[in-house]
Every structure is written in C-alpha cells, then in structure tokens.
C-alpha cells in the first residue's frame, strides 16, 4: 500500500509567519505534487517535483515555494503567510509507468492564517 | 473554458439506486482519465482509472469513457449512504493531472 502522510493535519499561523508543510512518501515514486483545495475552485497546482533537486511551478506558485532535498520528502514553504492563503493543502505522490499515472495523496493539512 | 467539468451537484439518488456522474474534458488529446472519492475533510481516494474506450467495471463502480464526445462518466449500481461523498473527475492533459471540481453525491434511506 502506497503511504503518503503530511507533517499536520491541522495549522494555525500568524500573517508573516513563515510556515513549512511537509510530505513523506514510502513507495520511491519520483513525481511529487502540492495542492491546495478550496471550495468551489477544487484542486489546484501549487508546485510539483519529476525528481530530487528538482520542482516545477504549476498553475499558482505565488507565494509559495518548495524543497525537494531527498526523493521521499516534498516541502512546501509559505515565505511569509497571508490571510488568502488559508486553505486545505494536499500533497500527492505519482505513480508513472508505461501505461498508468496514477496520484496517491496525503491526508492533507488544513491551515489557517490569522 | 474550463479544462474538466463536473456539474456541482447535489445529487440527491435514494438507496439502491444508480448514481450516475458525469464530466466532460476539453483536451482531445487525453488519454488517461480518474474518479476520485473524497469524504467530507478527508483526501481524495482512487476509486477507478480507465484509458479505453467503452466500459470498465470494477464491483459496484462502472466508469464510461467516448472520447468522440470528450465525456468519461462513472455510474454507481446500488447506491449505498456511505457511498455519500464528493466525486472528483481528473484528466491526464499535458503532463498534468486536471482535476474538476467535483459533484457531490447524495445517498439517501
């Protein structure tokens, strides 16, 4: 079975705080990915990582940024936290192979910023 | 328009009966296409993937795919209360996976 888990499942932080979202994977997949859902707009791309060292910008990086230091492990860092950025974040691990790419995800980490 | 539409819902379906969800994609291109399961507050759950077209059946879950007509649907014999939850549509498009934003399913006694 596939194991993705996050650092928290839920967050409150402080406008400006810098805050560190973490993901761990236990199934050696190469491509990682950070969301964040809200209600009515689904789920959309923050980042995503094909391989160590590197990451990819997706659909809205604004504000955000990533690490990917080891290929388990897929930060997502909020440089300094606002308001609009409370939401549910979810990170998903891929599964890609000849004929399949398939996303397993997190139990996801509800933040709030105050 | 958007890349992957799912009608919002709800979808109110009594038990026992068949619920049937629908999406429509824009990439002509797609080839890979997901339902995802996701219960209040909890993360979405791979519930069916299907490449060809026609049918796949997997138990109570049978997911409908017509690339002629950009449309991939996952019907639900046997509507179970616990089947309630929110039912997310992906499409493969561009070395992504586009998500809708889901149809909520409602299954009632």
């Known amino acids: 079975d596939v194991k993705v888990t996050q650092s928290s499942r839920y967050l409150v932080k402080r406008t400006g705080e810098k805050v560190f979202l973490e993901c761990v994977q236990d199934?050696?997949?190469?491509?990682m990915f950070w969301y964040r859902q809200d209600p009515g707009l689904g789920l959309r791309l923050i980042y995503f990582s094909y391989d160590v060292k590197m990451k990819e910008k997706g659909d809205i990086p604004e504000g955000y940024s990533v690490s990917r230091e080891k290929k388990e492990r897929f930060s997502l860092i909020l440089e300094s936290a606002s308001t609009n950025q409370t939401s549910m974040y979810l990170c998903?691990?891929?599964?890609?192979?000849?004929?399949?790419?398939?996303?397993?995800f997190g139990p996801g980490t509800r933040l709030t910023v105050l | 328009q958007k890349e992957v539409e799912q009608n919002s819902g709800p979808l109110s379906v009594p038990e026992g009966a068949i619920a049937s969800l629908n999406c429509t994609y824009s990439?002509?291109?797609?080839?890979?296409f997901f339902w995802y399961r996701q219960y209040s507050g909890k993360s979405p759950e791979l519930i069916m993937f299907?490449?060809?077209?026609g049918d796949k059946e997997d138990g109570r879950f049978t997911a409908q795919l017509n690339k002629a007509s950009q449309y991939v649907s996952l019907l639900i014999r046997d509507s179970q209360p616990s089947d309630s939850a929110t039912y997310l549509c992906a499409v493969f498009s561009t070395d992504k996976l586009i998500f809708g934003t889901g149809t909520r399913l409602q299954v009632f006694p």
């Open positions: 199934m050696d997949h190469e491509n």
């Open positions: 299907i490449y060809s077209n």
């Open positions: 990439d002509r291109g797609s080839q890979s």
């Open positions: 998903a691990s891929e599964q890609r192979t000849f004929s399949t790419d398939t996303q397993y």
